[in-house]
Antibody, heavy 125, light 109 residues
Framework: EVQLLESGGGLVQPGGSLRLSCAAS????????MSWVRQSPGKGLEWVSS????????YYADSVKGRFTISRDNSKNTLYLQMNSLRAEDTAVYYC??????????????????WGQGTLVTVSS | SSELTQDPAVSVALGQTVRITCQGD??????ASWYQQKPGQAPVLVIY???NRPSGIPDRFSGSSSGNTASLTITGAQAEDEADYYC????????????FGGGTQLTVL
């Protein structure tokens, strides 16, 4: 059974830093891309960042580029999100998600097939 | 602003059929995936690809696509289907892994 367990959320002041972790189990962690998706209170889902299985390719949403860093430790089956220079608008529940892919007509489609329960990050003074 | 557009809210009578749509240029090149989210819970994948359901998803959920529009259809909606539904695909240039629609709140009357 696939399980994703986030941790590390909490209250932080504007300009501060926080590191989120996502412990994965139930699948071959290094074989899959992983992502972070967030949801601000009362709002929709927002993709934040993704990393390929071996960490060779990394992607960020414009809203977090230069402030957040995604990484993974395949020996520990753990995904991370280092968040610096936090702003009030970063307040959200942060979900980690396993990514699966399939090809169609020469294009790589991606799907978030499993999600963690999320960890709440509150940026406030 | 999202590159995928969804109606903010849709309602359906119990037992009837409802279609939730998602529009965006990326859908001409990539399939949409659909996620159900109930209050206080994490999203759950319900449809992906041409029309694929993960294990455990009832067969009343189905997906389709035409041009720049993807659709999620619930045939015979149940009370437990009341939730927010989000579509997702790659961005229109295929450079980023994902973009989400703004979500559709489904009310079952």
């Amino acid at each position: 059974e696939v399980q994703l367990l986030e941790s590390g959320g909490g209250l932080v002041q504007p300009g501060g830093s926080l590191r989120l972790s996502c412990a994965a189990s139930g699948f071959t962690f290094s074989s899959y891309d992983m992502s972070w998706v967030r949801q601000s209170p009362g709002k929709g889902l927002e993709w934040v960042s993704s990393i390929t299985g071996r960490g060779g390719s990394i992607y960020y949403a414009d809203s977090v580029k230069g402030r957040f860093t995604i990484s993974r430790d395949n020996s520990k089956n753990t995904l991370y999100l280092q968040m610096n220079s936090l702003r009030a608008e970063d307040t959200a529940v942060y979900y980690c998600a396993k990514v699966d892919g399939y090809n169609f007509a020469g294009r790589r489609n991606l799907v978030f097939d499993y999600w963690g329960q999320g960890t709440l990050v509150t940026v406030s003074s | 602003s999202s590159e995928l557009t969804q109606d903010p809210a849709v309602s359906v009578a119990l037992g009837q059929t409802v279609r939730i749509t998602c529009q965006g240029d990326s859908l001409r090149s990539y399939y949409a995936s659909w996620y159900q989210q109930k209050p206080g819970q994490a999203p759950v994948l319900v449809i992906y690809g041409k029309n694929n359901r993960p294990s455990g998803i009832p067969d009343r959920f189905s997906g389709s696509s035409s041009g720049n529009t993807a659709s999620l259809t619930i045939t015979g909606a149940q009370a437990e289907d009341e939730a927010d539904y989000y579509c997702n695909s790659r961005d229109s240039g295929g450079n980023l892994p994902a973009v989400f629609g703004g979500g559709t709140q489904l009310t079952v009357l």
